[in-house]
């Protein structure tokens, strides 16, 4: 374990990204716990021991856990209806369905559904994270103006906020200004400085030391996480709240392998989604055991431990261990953090997940891609970050099928004793009235049909007339039904046509199928052979 983790990768560059991410974290966390209905100090309980469970177990070097917007926003949704906000029961019931997220995470690694982060592409995941920043950015804008605004979604934020440009508070934008300008300003003369911190700490400072008035953060009290079984009642208590878990275990695990396999992708490394499943449900399991809420990826505050220089775990293991000192002797300090300076933090670091020249370049040399990226990115600004992904997965499915359902189907040919690959129509027979096509994806019912039809068309323009027709099949890893279907039709057309067909290469599981639907045994086993050469030395001795 503890892949993820290596001290000896500048520690002082770790231990500055962890207290950069913990200056931002802490106060966005009391902001979840707040959407959550959750009391505050469980926000900070989720970057304790949910964070360090995570640590321990996960794959992904740079995937900061802990308390999350969408997942906080699902679960007031759900169980704002079953008890009083803020209530020991609704706390209670939030604990449980942080366990059940957990064990449909675990059971999720064991039915080896790791596979769905592989549908997110790069260029998916491009647009899914511009997404996420816009949608993070407008979201801090109410804050930063000092507008009381509560609506859900950019669109319904900028529309509300249109209605009280009366009500912005001068102060509170001047101080958003500075903030903004000092990160961006700074980050550009010296990207190495850890200017999110510096302006948290500064804004801080003014506020306590009463230079400016502006609003400041809800008070943090309470004590360390300690860890307990919730008390929800009977099953079916436990049962009406799987909906809820379900939809936040979509959430989780959507979003969490989007943001590690992004983060791992620019820096060329691999991620083990299977390992960061069990990492996942584990910390979600912790969570729930010590009286807090679902965890999940942040993309934010991955940025934020990206941006201050963190490459590997360490940085938010100090996360974890400065939220437990703002637990136990800091939190008066940090209730005067204006959240005008929070809201610009949060909103400059949402910017920067908005990979500008990546979205230019993904357009300049796939405009296709470059047009997913945009549809990506609208989806997850227009209905959510769980939304988003879905459609994005589903987007990628599409694009697969694209791709396979009209796969590329060559003719092999000799030429100056080389093999070679050629399109159907330039006709390369190996030998007077013997070719060879090879299908370059695996046969099943989208695109069997076509297969055929450029087979059967090229036969027809063959000349001289083809006696023997090869299908080379060793990049065909599976058939289905209706594949091999189709297979028996192609066989008894080109037997109209009196050429015979002989199957190439074929994988053993392959022409176990084949064997099984009887096709085998209509083309004949003495017409299957091992290499194309074998079916060239058939061919000429008859």
Known sequence: MLRSVDVHDHPGREVVAGITVAAVAVPGVIGYAHIAGMPIVTGLYTMIIPATVFVVLCSSRHLVVGADSTTAAILAAGLTPLAAVGSAEYVELAAMVAILTGAMLLVARLAGLGFISDFLSRTLLIGFLAGVGVQVAVSQLPAALGVPVTATGPVPTLVALGGHLSEVVATDVALSVASIAVMAVGGWLRP?????????????????????????????????????????????????LVPIALTCFVVVLAQSSATARAYAER?????????????????????????TFVVNGSPTRTEVMHGAGGRNQVAQLVAAAVTVVVLLVAGPVLTDLPVAVLASVVAMIAIRLIDLPAIVDVFHRRRVEGAVVIATAVTVIAAGVGPGILFAMGLSVVVHLRHSYRPNVRALGRDRDRWRMSRLEHDHQIVPGLAAVFPSSNLYYANATHVADEILEMVDAAQPPLRWLCVLAIAVDDVDLTASEVLGRLHGELADRGVTLVLCGLEPHVRHELERDGLIERIGPHHIFDYVEDAVAAYRAL
């Open 267 to 291: 820096h060329g490394e691999r991620v083990d989604t299977d390992m960061d499943l069990v990492a996942l449900g584990a910390a979600n399991l912790a969570a729930g055991f010590t009286g």
């Open 192 to 240: 190495q400085v850890p200017w999110p911190l510096l302006v948290v700490v500064a804004g801080t400072t003014a506020s306590a030391t009463g230079a400016i008035d502006v609003a400041t953060i809800p008070d943090v009290t309470g004590g360390l996480p300690l860890p307990s079984w919730p008390a929800t009642g009977d099953l079916d208590r436990v049962a009406s």
